[in-house]
């Protein structure tokens, strides 16, 4: 099979984040696989117990957990989101923790 620059092989990145954020002193790290002047995609690995501090919303985003299990939280509303969920990022400061190891694939609205 023929490797292109632009194609992002999402299971061999995400074990390698993975295994990257189990070594970092912040549990977590990410890698941006698409950037342009109107979307990114990243894909974050968080360590079991990682957070990502509440933080405030881009304009549009989804969050697809491709492994593992997180808690996405507001104020007043949380998610559990498991392997293969979808979720459109509600548009308020939000914060996520890792219930389990986990990789996520962020996309956002740039404009």
Do not use: F
């Not at 490797?3 to 999402?10: D, L, M, N, R």
């Not at 912040?26 to 894909?43: C, D, F, I, K, N």
């Not at 079991?48 to 996405?72: M, Y």
């Not at 998610?79 to 962020?106: C, F, K, M, N, Q």
Request: net charge neutral.
């Amino acid at each position: 099979m023929t490797q292109h620059p632009e194609v992002a092989q999402i299971d061999a990145l995400a074990a390698e984040l993975l295994d990257q954020a189990r070594r970092h002193d912040a549990r977590r790290t990410a890698r941006t696989l698409v950037s342009g002047p109107a979307q990114r995609a990243t894909l974050i690995a968080l360590a079991q117990g990682a957070e990502l501090a509440e933080h405030d919303s881009p304009p549009a985003a989804t969050l697809h957990v491709i492994t593992g299990r997180v808690r996405l939280h507001t104020h007043d509303r949380e998610w559990t989101l498991y392997s293969s969920h979808l979720i459109a990022v509600p548009p308020e400061r939000h914060g996520l923790t890792a219930l389990a190891d986990t990789v996520v694939l962020l996309t956002v609205a740039l404009r």
